[in-house]
T-cell receptor, first 121, second 116 residues
Framework: DTAVSQTPKYLVTQMGNDKSIKCEQN?????MYWYKQDSKKFLKIMFS???????INETVPNRFSPKSPDKAHLNLHINSLELGDSAVYFC????????????????????FGPGTRLTVL | GENVEQHPSTLSVQEGDSAVIKCTYS??????FPWYKQELGKRPQLIID?????GEKKDQRIAVTLNKTAKHFSLHITETQPEDSAVYFC???????????????FGKGTHLIIQP
């Protein structure tokens, strides 16, 4: 089984609050990601992070900010939560650094965490 | 940016029959095409992937084909079983690009239902 974990699994909060979701991987991967899955099951990339290099999807509001205390963690902070933020958030990791060529196909695989279901009331 | 279209949105097949899910992509620079399976309430899990230098790849009952010229790729599941019921996502990515969010661009998913 993959070793990407997230906490909490469920998060229910009021509009306007600030919350964080934690993600940890013990696979020794060097790139981590955050995805958002909406109520229609659509999965969309939010961020990728590698070696202090953050790549942001331009559609993500600046209320969302990833923080990486070390290579194994990429936490997601959300300020001033809105109703539309309700979704399942998945963390993922891969061994491949963005923009590099790696002949080992398996390192391109992104392994997903179990997800955090965020409900904003 | 990349745009991935996936069809059908729902597919119902009899157990033992084959299922085919099709995707098209827009960015000719995309060179990596994974397929993920997501069971209800679970995480997406990779089931097979293909790179643009390969036209077809097979793993037991699952196969993926890629047509670079037409920019489409397909997932084929043979001898379907009840445990194949899930949502399947195709995705595309340019492995050599450091631009954008460098993540996977997903299709909208296909809900595969295996009828007993």
């Amino acid at each position: 089984d993959t070793a990407v974990s997230q906490t909490p699994k469920y998060l229910v909060t009021q509009m306007g609050n600030d919350k964080s979701i934690k993600c940890e991987q013990n696979l020794g991967h060097d790139t981590m990601y955050w995805y958002k899955q909406d109520s229609k099951k659509f999965l969309k990339i939010m961020f990728s992070y590698n070696n202090k290099e953050l790549i942001i999807n331009e559609t993500v509001p600046n209320r969302f900010s990833p923080k990486s205390p070390d290579k194994a963690h990429l936490n997601l902070h959300i300020n001033s939560l809105e109703l539309g933020d309700s979704a399942v958030y998945f963390c993922a990791s891969s061994a491949k650094k963005p923009g590099t060529v790696d002949p080992r196909h398996s390192t391109d695989t992104q392994y997903f965490g179990p997800g955090t279901r965020l409900t904003v009331l | 940016g990349e745009n991935v279209e996936q069809h059908p949105s729902t597919l119902s097949v009899q157990e033992g029959d084959s299922a085919v899910i099709k995707c098209t992509y827009s960015d000719s620079a995309s060179n990596y095409f994974p397929w993920y399976k997501q069971e209800l309430g679970k995480r997406p899990q990779l089931i097979i992937d293909i790179r643009s230098n390969v036209g077809e790849k097979k793993d037991q009952r699952i196969a993926v084909t890629l047509n670079k010229t037409a920019k489409h790729f397909s997932l084929h599941i043979t001898e379907t079983q009840p445990e194949d019921s899930a949502v399947y996502f195709c995705a595309a990515r340019n492995l050599y690009s450091g631009g954008g969010a460098d993540g996977l661009t997903f299709g909208k998913g296909t809900h595969l239902i295996i009828q007993p």
